[in-house]
């Protein structure tokens, strides 16, 4: 894949912060190159995104998360070729909770496959509020949650209407946010990490708090440090789109749900802005995120569909 543009200004701006978070391409690639007719309806995607919040706080075990997840495999019904429950069950001390990941399958049944990626649950406890009495409820996760699989879902409307060229499966992620520590976080990709089985992608892209206003996304760095080329391909496309909130600049590594699929060998790329300052807080509401924000996100996931990297 096409080696960055801003391979020296990365390398200059290199660090090791580290955070936590609940095709091969022409050589001669250019603006002209791309081909995508396809549009991205941001009001459409924005309307998901607060009909999920609509449910309420969506942690697992509650009745809200139940009928979110009947909300979206029924979505998702309306446009894949196939739509599976990944089940499984998460034990803690307390309680065994019954947590699915929800699996649709678009496209060719076989050759490249593209993994698109989201968390649909929501975080237990505010755990950053600046209000102590606020810190045990849970978030409503309008950014943190909703944006991604907003994003998603109108994507898989798209791939309805204009079958893709090459395979591609949308995952959404249980569990993502449910602990207080790492351990008990990204339980969903963890499990789908280790039993893809005919889910295996090739590569794959995660989109996780996508949604807010004051949109800012920088190259994730377990991304870039693991996928270098892959990583770089994208913000590359970014900017021959004119996608502005996309910026050549390493950001923190941030734990999420990218990382257990790296460490089982598939190529991905989290796009986040992690700079949210209402973040795992009772202020995560659905007037802190913007349709153009999705648009934007939607538009470049929309060309490495159609177009490839």
């Not at 909300?71 to 947590?99: C, N, P, W």
């Not at 008990?184 to 990709?189: A, E, H, R």
């Not at 996608?243 to 600049?249: D, E, N, T």
Request: glycine share 6%.
């Amino acid at each position: 894949m096409k080696m960055g543009w801003f391979v020296l200004l990365l390398v200059s701006l290199y660090c090791g912060v580290s955070s936590t978070a609940c095709a091969e391409p022409s050589d001669d690639r250019g603006d002209a190159s791309i081909q995508t007719s396809v549009t991205f309806d941001a009001q459409r995607a924005f309307a998901y995104l607060k009909k999920q919040c609509e449910f309420g706080p969506r942690p697992p075990g509650s009745a809200p998360h139940k009928a979110t997840q009947n909300y979206l495999f029924t979505e998702l019904q309306k446009s894949a070729d196939l739509v599976s429950l990944q089940s499984y069950e998460f034990k803690t001390e307390a309680r065994t909770l019954q947590m699915n990941n929800i699996l649709a399958q678009f496209g060719p049944r076989r050759g490249e496959t593209l993994l698109l990626a989201a968390h649909w649950d929501t975080r237990p406890i505010a755990d950053r509020d600046a209000e102590p009495e606020n810190r045990e409820k849970p978030i409503l996760g309008a950014n943190d949650g909703a944006s991604g699989v907003a994003v998603l879902l109108e994507i898989a409307r798209i791939l309805k209407e204009h079958p893709p060229p090459r395979r591609v499966l949308i995952v959404l992620f249980d569990g993502e946010d449910y602990g207080r520590t790492v351990d008990t976080m990204f339980i969903g990709s963890r499990y789908f990490a280790q039993n893809m089985g005919k889910w295996k992608p090739d590569y794959g892209i995660l989109l996780d708090m996508v949604g807010d206003k004051d949109l800012q996304l920088p190259i994730e760095q377990y991304s870039w440090q693991a996928n270098r080329e892959f990583t770089e391909a994208i913000w590359q496309r970014a900017a021959e789109l004119g996608l502005a909130p996309f910026q050549p600049r390493l950001g923190a590594a941030i734990m999420d749900d990218h990382v257990p699929l790296i460490q089982a060998g598939i190529p991905m790329v989290n796009i986040i802005d992690f700079n949210y300052p209402h973040w795992h807080t009772l202020e995560d509401t659905v007037d802190k995120c913007s349709a153009k924000s999705l648009e934007v996100v939607g538009t470049l996931v929309i060309s490495v569909i159609y177009d490839g990297l």
